[in-house]
């Protein structure tokens, strides 16, 4: 954990603002849009433009947000423009032209009117991860949603995580809070009539979420509803042998399940010597056993991105910085087709980068989009200023009595900080 958090330290130099979500004038014509509605376990947030915290609500809650796209040839696909000053330049920035708290009922009319206008009355439910403030989670989507393409109605689910990387547990008990309601929000999926096809999208620690909710749903239920299409599993922060049992409670038929991985992933290389040297998820190899067996057994689908090489650090979002990836995977998406081996066909570079890495364990690869990353954002160090000096001793740089660390890059106190010179 030492080693993530100094990661942290160094990623946290460069500062952007908070509480981004208010919002501003739509100023610029070429700029696109997406209309999400947004279903969260959050309590509200104290802070303007903030909406909600990191803490847990008493009932889930609902909102309508719009989010401005700024022009391609300013942005870089997979990317997500924060602003560098407040207010947001919808130009150059993504910025927020709507967000309202709404009722449930008001949420439900938005939620119908959206199904009617979509092309193939489909719908694409996100489930973000560990270390995500609610507007990392709004801004995130909003790329993907945009990025892929899908005609899919967005929702975006959003449990009470503090977005710090200290509060792993925290963040943890955060999603078996939100089991609940998040089974609640499917079943309303399954019973609505005009909805066709549902894909569940999960990253990160979300994972355990979206399973534990489908788990729950598919018990109650008898089985899952056959419109639960595809179930997208990025980067899963999962004990292997739990999602064996997971898998077995939701018994058959399933969703298809398409899981992406990467062995060099450094995020859950720490989690897994949390939660005792259990192999996780997101982090295993597919062509070796027992896991290759078992997943062709269970037609899990694997696309192993090992080898993509991306500016993550952590090699724990790769999904939304390839941008070749996003829109190859969002055109399947869109297109209803399956993405498999022989169809990851953008480009010679495409090819060659998945070369040998792309495994189908499956009859069918399913249907994927990018996930988002949210593991470390660049307001970490804000997290660090009052709680880092607990892990002084074994933090390089850190304060062998306890005393906080300075994360203040013009300091350059630390041997942490000095890395900001770099």
């Known amino acids: 954990m030492a080693a993530v958090v100094l990661l942290a330290l160094l990623e946290g130099c460069a500062s952007r603002p908070t509480g981004v979500l208010s919002p501003v004038a739509d100023t610029a014509p070429s700029t696109s849009r997406v209309?999400?509605?947004?279903?969260?376990?959050?309590?509200?947030?104290?802070?303007?433009?903030?909406?909600?915290?990191?803490?847990?609500?008493?009932?889930?809650?609902?909102?309508?947000?719009?989010?401005?796209i700024p022009p391609d040839?300013?942005?870089?696909?997979?990317?997500?423009?924060?602003?560098?000053?407040?207010?947001?330049d919808p130009a150059t920035d993504f910025a927020v032209l709507r967000a309202e708290e709404v009722t449930q009922g008001a949420a439900e009319n938005w939620f119908n009117t959206s199904v009617a206008k979509s092309q193939d009355r489909s719908v694409l439910v996100f489930i973000h991860g560990f270390n995500n403030r609610f507007e990392d989670s709004v801004y995130r989507f909003a790329q993907i949603v945009h990025d892929s393409g899908t005609d899919s109605v967005p929702v975006l689910v959003t449990w009470p995580s503090r977005g710090s990387l200290l509060a792993y547990g925290y963040d943890r008990e955060s999603t078996n809070y939100t089991r609940n309601a998040l089974e609640n929000l499917f079943q309303y999926l399954a019973r609505d009539p005009d909805v066709k096809e549902v894909s569940v999208l999960a990253h990160s620690m979300g994972n355990w979420l979206a399973l534990e909710s489908l788990r729950q749903m598919a018990i109650r239920n008898g089985r899952l509803p056959p419109k639960f299409k595809n179930v997208m599993l990025a980067a899963p922060d999962v004990d292997v042998d739990v999602f064996r049992s997971q898998i077995a409670d939701m018994g058959a038929p399933r969703p298809q399940f398409t899981l992406f991985v990467s062995r060099d992933d450094k995020a859950l290389a720490v989690s897994r010597r949390v939660w005792g040297n259990v192999a996780r998820l997101g982090s295993i190899d597919p062509e070796q056993e027992p896991y290759k067996a078992e997943l062709a057994a269970n037609n899990i689908s694997v696309i192993d991105l090992t080898k993509i090489k991306t500016g993550d650090s952590l090699h724990h979002g790769k999904f939304a910085e390839s941008p070749e990836i996003v829109q190859l995977i969002g055109t399947r998406l869109s297109d209803g087709q399956a993405l498999t081996d022989n169809r990851l066909g953008l480009g010679d570079h495409i090819v060659t980068a998945t070369?040998?890495?792309?495994?189908?364990?499956?009859?069918?690869?399913?249907?994927?989009?990018?996930?988002?990353?949210?593991?470390?954002d660049q307001n970490t160090r804000d997290n660090f200023a009052s709680r880092v000096g607990t892990l002084g001793a074994t933090v390089p740089g850190g304060s062998a009595n306890g005393s906080p660390v300075s994360t203040d890059c013009d300091s350059r106190k630390t041997a942490a900080t000095k890395a900001c010179d770099r």
């Open 35 to 68: 209309e999400m509605l947004v279903a969260t376990t959050r309590g509200r947030a104290s802070k303007p433009g903030e909406m909600f915290g990191g803490e847990r609500g008493m009932t889930p809650s609902f909102a309508e947000i719009t989010v401005s």
């Open 73 to 88: 040839d300013v942005r870089k696909i997979g990317e997500v423009a924060w602003p560098k000053k407040l207010p947001s």
């Open 355 to 376: 070369a040998g890495v792309a495994h189908a364990a499956g009859t069918a690869a399913g249907l994927a989009i990018a996930a988002p990353v949210a593991f470390i």
